[in-house]
């Protein structure tokens, strides 16, 4: 089938087009197995390699259907012809990883015990096909009865009508006068795949909200703490100094671990005060740890690259611009529905030189995925004083990876949905917009938590930056006072 030519465009810029893309998921695969690489705990980093192959399956997978958004627009004269069959194709395998393949990967590993006596597979196959049949029948159950209750979309029409017959030879414009017109709302059935990809979106939404809500604004705060905070150049007596502060430190925490495992060993279940209390210790842990790994640095100068902590000041500075361009897009043209915003500089972009609006659109909403990302690890540390499934640098076990690259797919869903309204007038008449914006947006039920999502995640973004700032006001209020306590120390000793 020949591929039409809308708008002066060629079949040669589409080559163009698909080469470049082609080469940015190449690259994309690369990141996925360096993230990889850098979280995998050590017992496990040269193990479990199918488990690794799919996670790297569902983390690209989740960055290729972010990827496609600037890829249908820069396409969109050819949209028709391929376009809606790749988004199937993308929509289907991430659904596919998401509620099949990936959650039996992760059941089958978590059935493993190397401690049991006697190792049987074929019990743990039967294990992990039975929790992963039943998780899918959950959603296949509520799949099922709500598109046969809710299966419609309420379309808003204009039915016109005319007082006299209307000649179909003569043109509209000589009939005005007694034509009129009626707004309807008219029920529009969707096809069950249709409803399943709301419904992934819908549930991917609770996740976005929290994750990309925090992570747009952790994500440059602490690209700029890492930076504030790198390993400097120490004198003798300095180091010396910070390395008994961080042993004195570690013998200090060791005991209080030692009188808090004394004192409540034989509870089954902590207080919220006493969780609070583990978190606080934990908080310290990491403290200490961060501190170790810079006496590390200073002490093998040769493994420590400094021009990293600048490259993450400029990103961070870049990506505080990003995030609040970010923020008031979201309410100026989606809340406030005042002006299109960074439609409208896309636009104007694009005008002035080709590709170029394309490619801050693909900035932006890669940019919002890396921060969706950064949510995931911060609240997998911090959600509710427990630790789920926690994402940490050279120390992340498979059965963790596999959880939140699920969770991860399940908020690409809602992305896409929350981009393609958030720039519906940039990306107009595109593929992806006519599934989100034209069928998903006014489904029955679902439309009212679609249209009121945006409020919670705006919601959560300002927490978090309150909080965020919150915190680093109280750590350097310690610090000066930690500081300070030594100084006075330091005097005493003196006199």
């Not at 743990?124 to 598109?147: C, R």
């Not at 994402?391 to 797919?409: E, G």
């Not at 981009?419 to 006014?442: I, N, W």
Request: hydrophobic content about 55%; some cysteine.
């Amino acid at each position: 089938m020949a591929l039409p030519v809308v708008e002066g465009a060629s079949i040669a810029a589409l080559i163009v087009y698909i080469i470049v893309f082609a080469a940015i998921a190449v690259g994309l695969v690369l990141v996925n197995i360096i993230f990889i690489a850098k979280f995998s705990d050590p017992v496990d980093r040269f193990s479990a390699w199918i488990p690794k192959l799919f996670v790297l399956l569902g983390l690209t997978f989740a960055f290729w259907a972010i990827l496609l958004l600037p890829f249908d627009k820069c396409t969109r004269p050819w949209s028709t012809s391929f376009m809606p069959l790749v988004w199937q194709i993308v929509f289907l395998a991430s659904a596919g990883l998401a509620l099949v393949v990936l959650p039996f990967t992760l059941y089958y590993y978590e059935s493993f015990d190397d401690t049991a006596p006697s190792r049987c597979c074929g019990c743990q196959l039967i294990k992990a096909i039975i929790m992963t049949l039943i998780s899918l029948l959950i959603f296949v159950t509520i799949l099922i009865f709500m598109w046969y209750f809710l299966g419609k979309a309420d379309i808003n029409l204009m039915e016109y009508y005319a007082d006299e017959p209307i000649n179909r030879h003569t043109p509209l414009t000589c009939h005005s006068k007694a034509i009129q017109g009626l707004a309807v709302e008219m029920e529009i059935p969707v096809s069950i795949a249709v409803y399943a990809i709301a419904l992934l979106s819908f549930f991917g939404w609770f996740l976005f909200i929290l994750y990309g809500g925090v992570g747009l604004t952790a994500l440059p705060m602490d690209l700029i703490t890492d930076f504030a905070t790198r390993p400097r150049k120490l004198s003798s007596d300095q180091y010396l100094g910070l390395q008994q502060e961080v042993r004195k430190s570690a013998e200090e925490l060791q005991e209080e671990l030692l009188k808090f495992e004394q004192e409540h060993s034989g509870r089954e279940r902590y207080s919220a005060k006493l969780r609070n209390q583990l978190r606080k210790l934990e908080g310290r842990a990491e403290e200490i740890e961060n501190n170790f790994k810079k006496l590390n640095f200073l002490r093998n100068p040769d493994q420590y690259n400094p021009l990293i902590p600048w490259l993450k000041l400029i990103v961070g500075i870049f990506g505080i611009l990003i995030s609040i361009a970010w923020l008031a897009h979201i309410i100026i043209f989606q809340v406030a529905k005042v002006h299109p915003f960074l439609n409208a500089a896309f636009e104007a972009c694009d005008n002035a030189l080709p590709f170029l609006g394309v490619a801050l659109y693909g900035v932006f909403v890669a940019y919002l995925l890396w921060a969706t990302v950064k949510g995931n690890i911060k609240l997998g540390l911090n959600f509710l004083l427990l630790s789920i499934h926690p994402m940490k640098l050279n120390a992340t076990l498979m059965n963790s990876f596999l959880f939140n690259t699920i969770l991860i797919i399940f908020c690409v869903y809602a992305l896409l949905q929350f981009c393609t309204s958030s720039f519906s007038v940039y990306a107009r008449g595109t593929a992806v917009s006519a599934l989100f914006d034209q069928q998903m947006r006014h489904l029955k039920f679902l439309k009212y938590f679609f249209n009121y999502f945006i409020y919670a995640f705006l919601g959560v973004a300002a927490l978090s930056l309150i909080v965020s700032l919150t915190v680093s006001w109280c750590l350097k209020a310690r610090k000066r006072r930690r500081r300070e306590e030594k100084n006075a120390l330091k005097d005493v000793r003196r006199v």
